[in-house]
């Protein structure tokens, strides 16, 4: 359980050291670097709501995957699920102005989780063949891309703007910002309450968590207990896809107004990014949360870092891959460790 | 007058070799998933690195003013990386489809930090280099219609079609080629009958992965002058559905990937025009531009989900290997 609990830190440490090599290798002292991460992420105020803004999508891909993995359903497609979520909640979004917003906002997040679960279930083909939820899952990514840039050009098309986007979503159906002044939004309280209590409660205290944490941690045994595979596969699908989605609602109602088909980064979005923290946090919701915020650290401190340094930004990307690196290493060394049995 | 230039005879024969052309970069990557799918490994981090091959074949070659001397530290790179990626998936092999998440992530993040580095962040001038020219190959090139459409092509687009004739034989007709595919279908058999499961990963993913990068590099070298942002722009992804589509079959793969460097083709034809939907012989029917994007990816599922019974897929796919000593 301890040990669990240290991955995030020793994988964390691990990156930083071995991160370490290209920040020299562009001429910067590596302390000097991490430290201007940091500031420039949490030196004030405004900042810090934007680590904040930046952590609410990535908690909720990294939860998406985090209980798909639990369950070994195997979710590469958060991105494509945030997209499909994004364009369901949308519609909702840019229509109904006459509805008020306590209808108007959970009509739309309902809208966006099921988007979400929808684009997820394809992933049910793991059933029938072995790679099938990896390479279904993985393909709806570029899908639902691909078709957000379709809707956003022709039939959801502003007719107003020039631009690739739909139309600004009502007012009743976007969520409020909290702090005056800042881009800190209802949706992070949303993200927080799904991590924190909705994730972590469906894990630990409910039927179906103890089923993905029986098929997780031993498919024969859960097998024999009774589980049924492709039932769980189908639930897990659905609950994995529906957080992702919400992430797609967060982006659209809280920060664009406008559903893009840019609402992640590319090429490494939040679904990819999503893969990182779930796998860092051990699989722990509680853990995402943390990882996410630490992840939204540095992304948003590798600008800084970057101008006052000269170090490329990319510095970032790198530190995603070795921390999922490492993770899975100490995660694969863990098993294979002499424990003393009293 | 898109009526006049579809039916135009010379249009026909330009849009075919520069299907072919196009198709280059999917043939190395799809040829190197498919190798390493076979052996049992799904190696995810097709993407990221032909990232990093397309990035070291461009700096090597400004560097040097070899192109040569960039396919060579390419083909380095290459090795080196499979050889790390045969470790992690031959001796871990548990979530190696997480791994080469990390693998894509950590070279793609990789590939534009050493390009940053190498040119600084001067934003607007974009640095470019010759690159290489098709070969006209003399007497073949004058056959009609075949000449022009196979033999104008470059280098590299004639040395990925024999590989994938190599390897259309090593599979069916050799030793080597039943020794990937028992170790892919069920590693257990094939180490009872002494062959060596992990040697017989580390050479599939190791080639598999110079193949990757060749695939990138020729983005880079050939297709195109310099090393854009986006350059791979998912041939990666790509290829991991052609080699579904392909069925894990050689000769399979290469037209999957002619197909989609065709669609490539005619999709940038029309963009280039200006046309963003195609009118269906005056009916109602429209087809977006972004159908023809969607198209391999949208088949990979259709594919997956009709043939599935029938896939030959390697069946000990994704499926870590230990020996029980």
Redesign the interface.
């Known amino acids: 359980m301890l040990r669990r609990a240290l991955l995030p830190v020793r994988a964390l440490v691990a990156t930083f050291l071995v991160g370490a090599i290209p920040v020299m290798a562009a001429g910067a002292n590596p302390l000097t670097a991490y430290y201007l991460m940091a500031a420039g992420s949490l030196g004030d105020m405004i900042a810090i709501t934007e680590v904040f803004v930046r952590a609410a999508p990535l908690m909720m891909t990294g939860l998406a995957i985090a209980v798909a993995f639990r369950a070994k359903f195997w979710n590469i497609g958060a991105e494509g699920q945030l997209y499909a979520g994004a364009i369901l909640g949308t519609l909702v979004a840019v229509n109904f102005p006459e509805l008020p917003f306590w209808i108007h906002i959970p009509f739309m997040i309902v809208a966006g989780m099921i988007g979400g679960a929808l684009c997820a279930l394809p992933g049910i083909l793991k059933i029938k063949l072995k790679v099938g939820d990896v390479v279904t899952t993985l393909m709806l990514n570029f899908i639902m891309v691909i078709f957000t840039s379709y809707l956003v050009q022709n039939v959801l098309k502003d007719p107003f703007t020039r631009w690739p986007q739909s139309p600004p979503i009502t007012e009743s159906a976007t969520y409020p910002i909290l702090i005056p002044f800042t881009r800190f939004h209802l949706g992070i309280v949303i993200a927080l309450f799904f991590a924190l209590v909705v994730g972590y409660g469906l894990i630990e205290y409910t039927a179906l968590g103890y089923e993905i944490k029986a098929v997780g941690s031993n498919e024969i045994a859960s097998r024999l207990a009774g589980i049924n595979p492709t039932a769980l596969t189908i639930k897990t699908a659905i609950i994995s896809g529906s957080f992702a989605g919400l992430a797609g609602i967060g982006e659209v109602a809280g920060i664009r107004h406008h559903l893009i088909a840019t609402l992640s980064p590319v090429p490494i979005g939040y679904g990819l990014t999503g893969v990182v923290i779930a796998v860092m946090s051990g699989l722990s919701p509680l853990w995402v949360v943390v990882v996410a915020f630490l992840f939204s650290i540095i992304i948003n401190g590798s600008q800084t870092m970057s101008r006052l340094t000269g170090v490329p930004i990319f510095l970032g990307e790198i530190f995603q891959g070795l921390a999922l690196g490492f993770s899975l290493l100490f995660l694969f060394l863990d098993q294979y460790r002499i424990r003393r049995v009293r | 007058m898109m009526q006049a230039e579809l039916i135009s005879f010379g249009f026909i024969i330009a849009m075919a070799a520069a299907s072919i052309r196009i198709a280059t970069s999917l043939m190395y990557a799809t040829l190197g998933e498919m190798l390493t799918e076979r052996s049992g490994i799904?190696n995810?981090g097709i993407?990221?690195l032909m990232i990093l091959g397309a990035m070291t074949a461009f700096i090597t070659t400004y560097a040097t003013h070899s192109l040569e001397l960039g396919v060579i530290a390419t083909i380095l790179v290459g090795v080196a990386e499979g050889l790390i990626m045969s470790l992690v998936y031959g001796r871990?092999g548990?979530?190696q489809?997480?791994?080469g998440?990390?693998?894509?992530?950590?070279?793609?993040?990789?590939a534009?930090?050493v390009y940053?580095?190498y040119f600084g962040?001067t934003a607007g001038s974009l640095s470019i280099i010759t690159p290489y020219a098709p070969v006209r190959i003399p007497i073949l090139a004058d056959i009609p219609i075949l000449g022009p459409i196979l033999f104008e092509q470059y280098a590299y687009t004639y040395v990925a079609i024999i590989l994938f004739v190599v390897f259309a034989i090593v599979f069916k007709y050799t030793i080597w080629g039943l020794i990937i595919t028992v170790v892919g279908d069920n590693p257990a058999v094939a180490d009872t009958a002494g062959i060596s499961v992990y040697r017989t990963r580390y050479v599939a993913v190791t080639l598999g992965a110079i193949f990757m990068a060749l695939g990138g590099s020729f983005l880079s070298i050939a297709q195109f002058n310099a090393f854009l942002f986006?350059i791979v722009a998912?041939r990666g992804?790509i290829a991991?559905?052609l080699v579904?589509i392909g069925n894990w079959k050689p000769m399979r793969c290469l037209f999957a990937a002619i197909f989609f460097g065709f669609i490539d083709a005619l999709q940038l034809r029309l963009q280039a025009l200006g046309i963003?939907e195609i009118t269906l012989a005056g009916t109602a029917v429209t087809i977006?531009f972004?159908?023809f994007?969607?198209l391999p990816?949208?088949l990979?599922?259709l594919f997956?989900?009709i043939a599935?019974?029938r896939?030959d897929?390697p069946?000990a796919?994704?499926?870590p290997y230990r020996r029980e000593e």
């Open positions: 799904l995810l993407e990221g871990i548990t979530n489809h997480v791994w998440v990390a693998f894509t992530i950590a070279n793609f993040g990789l534009y930090f940053r580095l962040g986006e998912g992804w991991i559905a579904t963003s977006p972004q159908l994007l969607a990816y949208v990979t599922i997956l989900l599935s019974r896939a897929y069946t796919l994704l499926t």
